[in-house]
């Protein structure tokens, strides 16, 4: 079952592009075409504005939280080419850190991985990938992909934080050696992986399967498993599900969950990594799963956040 | 921003927007002629592919073409269903209308021709060319002289016409259908004039002309979404500008787009997004316009020529093409960016840096990058969705309701419909009730047997009940054995198949305890030997009369089986048994093992049935496991051969591990807790399933405690926190099974720490286990500070927060152990700590109710508190080694008990007085050929009597101790004091058998020692130990056995097994002796 616990009215003065809980799901943020950034307390059902985050010049695209352990933060992306990074202190929001480095929409942010500090990936319609990470002091270090996707970058995803050769034992103890890695999809129907080495980010893959605009790009969180899994979506209206065994990360296959009808917006995996949500055009929403048998089957429509399940059974798989 | 250039003078088509990838077709302009005055021409196909950065298109295709064109266009129709085909139509200067294959020009294939159809039905050069977006076999063309002309691609060779052709006669330089209603077209000519047709009434219904006479219409495009408006261009440098009409207010133009300052060339509006209108004119610009507001929204950079085509790409829209006089196609973004970047990788083309300039984006964006639906995943199984209406009305009186909605997302149901029931049962200790359901709902067989052990644990009398589950009946046997011997034969038991005849019947009595059965057995079948030393077992009147019979008839067979329960060395069976005779194996382990050993020997038989790895002998291990009360090995023997990753497969394990944990904590009347890493995951798992469909409060219950792993404490922080203010009034997260505590038999004062509980589980005493911890609470982290990002550490700070002030922290996890009062006198164990663990010294209790035989005890006397009959407890109120342990051996009974009742009374009776046996009797057992070596103790075992506790492994442990601490000056006078009372009582005793029992008392009360130097027992027990003390030096030994028992009943037994019971035979004795 999907079903309404909360309704959050946000006076939003223009069309909303993202919604984004916080770690403990205790707080919603928002953005707007109407240029401001909300933040809600949502526990115990209710709905409080918390702030109203006003200093982008354009529409903001996506909103992401920073892990707890780095306090209250929360990162928005905007048409006004910024990347603004808002902290809480004392109970009010302020601006921690704008930047400016891109020349065109920013249309997506990610925070990486907790393991691997303060890191926020940026990417633009300009075609380049920023990551920006936190050295202390209110300093950002900079580092730029230019030209990562031409005529634009639309969105960008973090790889869950495992070390190489050992996919399920972490050692404690030692800081573990990770590899950052990240996914990328742009306007030159290219999903792209990238990985840090000394220092540098260098391009690892480039998966091609869409004919379109590749809108999304969703890597799904681990689950002890050594398999990686990516799911992207397209203008094209297809959403494919990448999968990759082999440890070096070389060998990514794609399957093809599903064809729409529209543009597939957006692909958001569950913090268990079992159910892909699909959202595209339409305002359609799908909740999709991966049977015993590896297959992909929707399990529910969603409509103004209702929706019935229905299971997945090895029949009406084979029926399928 | 500029994206792909290529030389050419020529009219531009994009492909359709299903085709892909993107093509661009160009055919060589009519009227414009170069330098060279070439007049060749061709039809080229490009690849306009972004994923090279170059500003090289690749040629796919070149078709050499007798004319020069005035337009092109490319149709969707005949495009494949892979997107790729359709049909180019080009309308050249001569009147001529070709339709080409596109695949064809791009194949090269020599055997088909490239030109599918070709017109010469105009009279002039074809200016204006479009193609239906409804019907795409629907092309409409126009030439001179008033020449419109509909063409039918499956019927190319006889057009119609849209109605009489318009007066005077003109050139028509546009045609465009309407982008809503497929019927209707749109004419324009130079002079300004529009016309808009009816095809299905074949006349032009409106006519539309501003009557300045300066409109020369270069342009005209119907609005996307709206079917009565449209624009058109005029070239005319004195009136430069687009209007916008509404065919509903036809008389003027609705709104007129100035800025241009020369008169305009060419007109595209995006398909994509209504609010751009693109515009080239002869002031050499390309301006973007929002019709809607009549404001230019974006310039292109240009180069300084007149660009007579640009065309919106239709698949990418972003993307627009520019064809300009000075012979050049660019592709261009409007989405800015740095020409720069772009051209890096192209750095040897790049002649000049003019284009090392930030191209802004459109100043609104465009609708294709607003998104406007999302649904993203929220921890606990919440789904986050918001949605925009499609297309608001113009100027709504009512403002939108931008809403997002939170939702709980379950996927699981039966999950957690189980998962609920489970909880309940939990919650309300109804157990029995638990499983008798999953015994009446269970899906198969093994499944069903381990409900019904599972069950069995919850009910009285476990032992016996785990026997008839087994398939040995003591009722039935008894019925048997009355029997006359020749129906046996007829009788093969099915249960015990491997046992036939009379050897099956002795076995099974044997298996279930009946000595007197065996022994008339084995005398009735002339097996002496057997039934003599059966009769050992059996008793002394039992021996009495066997060896009377056996003097009279002599015969011989040999078993295992008898030689083990003689000997005692279970080991030897269930490490050498047929695995296929595991059911009587596991028999005879709860019928006679040593409760101190049962556990293990339980794990031991487990562990050989688990290691044949197949999914029968795992569910048998299982049952062996469920028997000796070992959670982790249950846990691991059943992940190995059942999917348990699975929600429902996980349930299956959770629900079988918390009823045996259940069962368990019911026995100690405490918590159980399992350090265990396998169901630590499992259980982690568990949570986390439950967490994702939302059951954050039931997650938490089953979270592991006392972990230091980083991804347990994160869940629980995150569950804790997640929940909001419902957590902050909630117990601290680890009050885990509090709730059935209550539940619980009366809890005498006997519920001890979890910790001490665990060391009964851990078959040694597990060195890694730490004291009860509290909810880690991390160190709080100060952002801002360098501090806060050095590498950071699992734990995770919840410093920052406003979330609940209350930590889990901030009360005793677990809470305190009850500890048990000394002043509270353990009545409920009266009956049962009388009765002595091991061999019971002859002078022990007289009157105290007789310890029944396995299984009798329920018929006489109050029953023990705890568990009735097989549970009697080691005089420590925690019976030993798991749930279906056995109980102390019958033999302790004193002699001067009176006799019961029942059939078993000979049993009972027996009394040996005797610590060894006489050695004519315990020589030919040493003579058997027992498969397995014998310990060299066991000539000192009486046959039938378990040993005592841990013998070998306690005689062991002093070798491997290498420094001996000093005992604790404090202490030093409990040694001092048992020490001399066992000196006393040597002195005093004068039977050997006394003496013996004081010789081993000297050895053991070592053990006491070595705790007492590593300082390894509790306050509880030093206390009650120094009372002892002063009790044995007042002489006041009765005293001194009451506060034994306070002692052992209210301890862990592990932690005193070693020395406890001897110290209550030191002090009987010296009661006795009256040293």
């Known amino acids: ?320 | 921003m500029r994206l792909k250039e290529i030389q050419r003078t020529a009219h531009q088509a994009w492909s359709p927007a299903g085709h892909h990838p993107i093509h661009l077709a160009l055919g060589t302009s009519a009227q414009q002629l170069d330098a060279s005055f070439n007049t060749t021409a061709a039809l080229e196909i490009f690849e306009v592919d972004f994923s090279d950065p170059s500003l090289e298109m690749q040629l796919k295709g070149s078709l050499p073409t007798t004319n020069r064109l005035h337009s092109i266009v490319w149709v969707n129709f005949g495009m494949g269903a892979d997107g790729t085909g359709g049909r180019l139509v080009g309308g050249s200067e001569n009147g001529t209308l070709t339709v080409y294959n596109p695949e064809v020009i791009m194949s090269a294939r020599a055997d088909a021709d490239a030109v599918v159809g070709q017109s010469d039905k105009h009279t002039g050069p074809i200016r204006a060319l479009d193609f239906n977006p409804f019907q795409s076999n629907l092309l409409a063309s126009g030439a001179n002289d008033s020449e419109i002309y509909i063409w039918d691609l499956n019927n190319f060779s006889s057009p119609m016409t849209p109605g009489a052709k318009t007066q005077p006669a003109e050139d028509i330089s546009v045609v465009s259908w309407n982008r809503q209603v497929q019927h209707i077209l749109a004419s324009a000519s130079p002079s300004g004039k529009a016309v808009v047709w009816d095809l299905r009434k074949n006349e032009p219904i409106i006519k539309i002309s501003d009557h300045s006479n300066r409109m020369h219409c270069s342009g005209m495009l119907w609005h996307p979404e709206v079917a009565t408006q449209l624009v058109l261009a005029s070239e005319d440098d004195r009136l430069p500008v687009i209007q916008m009409w509404d065919l509903r207010f036809a008389t003027s133009p609705l709104k007129v787009l100035e800025n241009h300052t020369r008169g305009i060339l060419s007109i595209s509006w995006s398909q994509a997004d209504p609010e751009l209108l693109l515009s080239s004119a002869k002031d050499n610009r390309i301006l973007c316009w929002n019709p809607n507001t009549a404001e230019v929204i974006y310039e292109l950079p240009t180069a300084n020529q007149w660009c007579f085509d640009v065309q919106w790409c239709p698949r990418n829209p972003a993307l627009l093409s520019a064809a300009s006089f000075d012979g050049r196609i660019t592709v261009y973004s409007v989405m800015g960016g740095s020409l720069k970047a772009q051209q890096q990788s192209t750095a040897d083309k790049v002649t000049a840096c003019s284009y090392d300039t930030i191209v802004p984006p459109l100043k609104k964006p465009p609708k294709w990058v607003r998104r406007p639906v999302g649904a993203s995943f929220a921890f606990g199984g919440k789904l986050i969705t918001f949605e925009n209406p499609k297309q608001a009305p113009v100027q709504s009186p009512q403002p939108v309701p931008r809403q997002v909605f939170m939702s709980q997302v379950t996927t699981e149901t039966e999950f957690l419909q189980r998962s609920r029931e489970l909880q309940a049962a939990l919650q309300s200790g109804s157990f029995n009730n638990y499983c008798q359901a999953k015994i009446q709902n269970a899906k198969s067989d093994a499944e069903q047997d381990i409900w019904k052990f599972l069950l069995v644990n919850f009910e009285d009398e476990a032992r016996i009940k785990f026997l008839r589950l087994l398939g040995f009946s003591k009722d039935d046997l008894d019925k048997k054995v009355a029997l006359p011997r020749e129906s046996y034969l007829a009788c093969n038991h099915s249960l015990c198949p491997s046992f036939e005849d009379t050897d099956g019947l002795i076995s099974q009595a044997l298996l279930v305890g009946n000595f007197e059965g065996a022994v008339d057995l084995c005398l009735n079948d002339g097996r002496y030997a057997e039934a003599i030393l059966l009769s050992i077992s059996g008793g002394e009147e039992l021996l009495k009369k066997t060896q009377q019979k056996y003097l009279s008839k002599q015969k011989n067979s040999i078993s295992m089986l008898i030689s083990s329960v003689v000997t005692q060395n279970w080991r030897d069976i269930v490490q050498s048994c047929e695995l296929d005779n595991w059911k009587e194996a596991l028999a005879a382990l709860l019928t006679y093992a040593h409760p101190e050993e049962f556990a293990r020997l339980c794990d031991t038989l487990g562990g050989r049935l688990e290691h044949e790895k197949t999914e029968k002998r795992c569910l048998q291990a299982c049952l062996c496991y469920i028997c000796s009360g070992n959670i982790e090995k249950l846990v691991e023997c059943w992940a190995s051969q059942r999917e348990s990753s699975t929600p429902l497969g996980l349930e299956d394990l959770v629900e079988k591990v918390m009823m045996l944990r259940k069962s368990i904590e019911r026995l100690r009347n405490s918590e159980v807790a399992v350090q265990s890493p396998i169901l630590a995951e499992k259980l982690t798992c568990y949570a986390g399933i439950l967490a994702a469909e939302g059951s954050l409060g039931t997650a938490m219950t089953y979270l592991p405690e006392n972990t230091d792993q980083p991804g347990i404490m994160m869940l629980r922080d995150r569950l804790f926190h997640a929940q909001g203010e419902a957590s902050v009034g909630q117990q601290p997260p680890n009050s885990f099974n509090r709730a059935n505590v209550s539940t619980a038999k009366p809890a005498p004062a006997a519920a001890a720490p979890k910790a001490q509980i665990m060391q009964l589980y851990a078959p040694c005493p597990s060195p890694g286990f730490l004291p009860h911890q509290p909810f880690h609470q991390p160190q709080p982290m100060l952002i801002g500070g360098p501090s806060a990002f050095s590498p950071p550490g699992p734990p995770m700070s919840a410093a920052n927060l406003s979330g609940p002030p209350l930590q889990p922290s901030s009360s005793t996890p677990g809470g305190m152990p009850p500890m048990p009062s000394p002043g509270v006198p353990p009545t409920s164990f009266m009956p049962t700590t009388s009765i002595p663990s091991g061999p019971m010294p002859p002078s022990s209790q007289p009157g105290a109710p007789v310890p029944m035989y396995p299984g009798g005890l329920h018929s006489q006397g109050p029953a023990p508190p705890m568990a009735s009959g097989p549970y009697v407890p080691m005089g420590s109120g925690y019976p030993q080694g798991g749930p279906g342990a056995p109980a102390v051996k019958p033999f302790p009974a004193p002699a001067v008990a009176p006799p019961p009742t029942g059939k078993w009374s000979l049993c009972i009776q027996k009394v040996p007085d005797n610590y060894t046996p006489p050695a004519p009797i315990t020589a030919p057992v040493m003579g058997f050929p027992v498969e397995a070596p014998q310990p060299h103790d066991h000539a000192q075992v009486p046959p039938g009597a378990p040993q005592e506790p841990s013998v070998q492994l306690l005689q062991q442990l002093p070798a491997e101790r290498v420094e001996q601490k000093e005992i604790p000056a404090e202490h030093m006078v409990l040694k001092s004091t048992f020490d001399s009372l066992v000196q006393r009582c040597q002195l005093a005793a004068r039977d050997p058998q006394t003496k013996r029992k004081l010789d081993d008392a000297a050895k053991r009360l070592g053990f006491l020692y070595d705790k007492l130097r590593e300082q390894s027992l509790s306050h509880n027990i030093l206390n009650g130990l120094h009372e002892i003390s002063r009790c044995v030096a007042s002489q006041n030994y009765q005293r001194g056995l009451e506060v034994h028992t306070q002692v052992v009943s209210s301890s862990n037994f592990s932690e005193i097994s070693a020395f406890m019971p001897i110290l209550k035979v030191v002090m009987t004795i010296a009661n006795k002796l009256g040293v």
């Open chain 1, 1 to 320: 079952m999907v079903s309404v616990i909360n309704t959050v009215d946000t006076s939003h003065e223009d069309m909303i592009h993202d919604a984004q809980m916080d770690y403990y799901g205790t707080r919603l943020a928002t953005c707007s075409s109407d240029r401001t950034v909300k933040i809600f307390d949502v526990r115990n059902g209710g709905q409080i504005l918390v702030a109203d985050l006003r200093g982008h010049e354009g529409p903001v695209w996506q909103v992401a939280w920073a892990h707890p352990m780095f306090g209250n933060i929360l990162a928005s992306c905007s048409y006004d080419r910024k990347v603004i990074i808002w902290k809480e202190d004392n109970g009010s929001w302020d601006k921690m850190y704008e930047y400016t480095g891109h020349e065109s929409s920013v249309n997506s942010v990610c925070w990486g991985p907790y393991e691997f500090g303060l890191i926020l990936a940026c990417g633009s319609s300009d075609g380049a990938i920023s990551l920006l990470t936190f050295t202390g002091d209110q300093q950002w270090d900079v580092k730029k992909i230019s030209n990562a996707h031409t005529i634009g970058c639309n969105a960008v995803s973090w790889a869950p934080a495992v070390v190489p050769g050992s996919l399920i034992d972490q050692p404690s103890g030692q800081k573990p050696n990770y590899v950052k890695r990240f996914v990328s999809g742009g306007c030159d129907n290219l999903v792209k992986l990238w990985k840090e080495e000394d220092g540098q980010w260098k391009e690892d893959q480039k998966l091609e399967a869409h004919s379109d605009w590749v809108r999304d790009v969703g890597w799904a969180p681990s689950i002890g498993l050594p398999t990686s899994t990516i799911a992207s979506c397209s203008q094209d209206g297809r959403v494919f599900i990448w999968t990759c065994d082999d440890p070096a990360g070389n060998t990514w296959t794609p399957e093809l969950l599903h064809k729409f009808n529209d543009v597939v917006w957006h692909v958001s995996w569950s913090i268990t990594g079992n159910i892909l949500a699909v959202s595209g055009g339409d305002n359609k929403v799908t909740l999709w799963k991966e049977s015993m048998d590896g297959r992909w089957a929707c399990i529910s429509d969603v409509s103004k956040g209702q929706g019935a399940v229905s299971t997945i059974t090895d029949t009406q798989q084979t029926e399928q």
